[in-house]
């Protein structure tokens, strides 16, 4: 495989990309490599446990290589400690069957850290979609949390400067809900970098194996 990409949700056909697949607990297709996880968007006081043991089984499924996404987003409605509680939750589970996180922030960034220090969790944790400056990135990577690129860094500037000062190391790349092709994705990239393709491609590779079971 070609290409990696670590948040989509499409599925795809082509042989030479691997993409894990964005499910919720009331998803219906698991055919292909999938990460499970309630989204702080979704959550349902009434439904907490009963999905938590859902998504306990999903993580048992040899599909399976993540949880998520989930995590922290202060502008919506749901209840930021009810959020924090359920995030907490979830990290316990991905600690217990051991799977990496995929996380979902929106304005939260302090937050996430703050539990990261909290749950010392031995799973890797990766932020997807992420579109914020060099201080946050930095403040991320140094609490060894990698960071997930998506569509943004095609047109925003101040992302691909980002982009630029951030090691490969703690890069991964994804599309997300865009219509964009992660070949795309990648191409974008490698010229931010000033890398041949192929060489990002085995750099990308060489930090999905060392998180995720494939």
């Known amino acids: 495989m070609d290409f990696m990409d670590v948040h989509t949700h499409a599925f795809s056909s082509d042989k030479k990309v691997f993409s894990i697949v964005n499910t919720y607990p009331n998803s219906v297709n698991?055919?292909?490599?999938?990460?499970?996880g309630l989204h702080p968007w979704f959550i349902n006081s009434d439904k907490i446990e009963e999905e938590i043991l859902l998504l306990e089984s999903k993580l048992q499924d040899k599909n399976c290589v993540a949880l998520?996404?989930?995590?922290?987003?202060?502008?919506?409605?749901?209840?930021?400690?009810?959020?924090?509680?359920?995030?907490?939750?979830?990290?316990?589970?991905?600690?217990k069957y051991k799977k990496p996180l995929i996380i979902h922030c929106?304005?939260?960034?302090?937050?996430?850290?703050?539990?990261?220090?909290?749950?010392k969790p031995h799973q890797t944790w990766v932020l997807h979609g992420f579109n914020k400056n060099k201080q946050v990135a930095e403040s991320f990577i140094k609490n060894g949390i990698l960071l997930s690129f998506g569509?943004?860094?095609?047109?925003?500037?101040?992302?691909?400067?980002?982009?630029?000062?951030?090691?490969?190391?703690?890069?991964?790349?994804?599309?997300?809900?865009?219509?964009?092709?992660?070949?795309?994705?990648?191409q974008k990239a490698s010229e931010i970098k000033n890398i041949h393709l192929k060489d990002l491609q085995e750099e990308i590779h060489q930090n999905f194996k060392r998180i995720f079971t494939l």
């Open 106 to 119: 929106v304005k939260a960034y302090q937050e996430i850290i703050e539990i990261k220090k909290e749950m």
């Open 151 to 186: 569509a943004a860094i095609i047109k925003s500037e101040k992302l691909q400067e980002v982009f630029l000062e951030i090691p490969i190391s703690s890069i991964l790349l994804e599309t997300d809900d865009s219509e964009l092709e992660i070949q795309e994705i990648y």
């Open 30 to 36: 698991f055919s292909q490599p999938f990460s499970i």
């Open 68 to 95: 998520g996404e989930c995590g922290l987003d202060t502008l919506i409605a749901v209840d930021f400690e009810l959020q924090k509680a359920v995030f907490k939750k979830q990290i316990l589970v991905s600690e």
